[in-house]
């Protein structure tokens, strides 16, 4: 499976049958899933922890760590899909709202170049 490929579909249904599988739904609340995606969030965090802005790159690309970083990743999505899942939230329709709701605090015009708050453009 490929991101050129994949659909988001897809994507929730894997992660859907992995759980029922195993029977975790029952686990699965949307409280105690954004608490496990907080936590995944973290353990990503944690290899970027003390390193430089302009140095992350260079760890998120370094062989020997990219393997746990692809992983801590892929616990973040799997997490955020679940959530979906549970909550009945259409992820893509989220995705393109809250793109265009950005794309109004953020014009290109005053936006481009610039990492400030839409309250300080």
Same mark, same amino acid.
């Given at each position: 499976? #490929?991101?050129?490929t994949a659909t988001v579909g897809?994507?929730?249904?894997?992660?859907?049958?992995? $759980?029922?599988?195993?029977? !975790?739904? #029952?686990?699965? @609340? =949307?409280?105690?899933?954004?608490?496990?995606?907080a936590a995944e969030a973290a353990?990503?965090?944690?290899?970027?922890? !003390?390193?430089? @802005?302009? $140095? @992350?790159?260079?760890?998120?690309?370094?062989? &020997?760590?990219? =393997?746990?970083?692809?992983?801590?990743?892929?616990?973040?999505?799997? +997490? $955020?899909?679940?959530?979906?899942?549970?909550?009945?939230?259409?992820?893509? $329709?989220?995705v393109e709202a809250k793109m265009?709701?950005?794309? &109004? &605090? +953020?014009?290109?015009? %005053?936006?481009?170049?610039?990492?400030? %708050?839409?309250?300080?453009?």
């Amino acid at each position: 499976m #490929q991101d050129a490929t994949a659909t988001v579909g897809e994507l929730r249904r894997r992660v859907t049958a992995f $759980a029922r599988e195993r029977d !975790w739904e #029952q686990f699965h @609340s =949307p409280k105690n899933l954004c608490m496990a995606l907080a936590a995944e969030a973290a353990e990503l965090m944690e290899h970027f922890l !003390w390193t430089e @802005s302009h $140095a @992350s790159l260079a760890v998120a690309r370094d062989g &020997k760590k990219r =393997p746990e970083i692809e992983a801590e990743l892929a616990d973040v999505v799997i +997490y $955020a899909l679940e959530f979906a899942n549970i909550c009945g939230i259409d992820l893509a $329709a989220a995705v393109e709202a809250k793109m265009a709701a950005n794309a &109004k &605090k +953020y014009p290109v015009e %005053k936006a481009r170049g610039r990492a400030v %708050k839409y309250t300080e453009l």
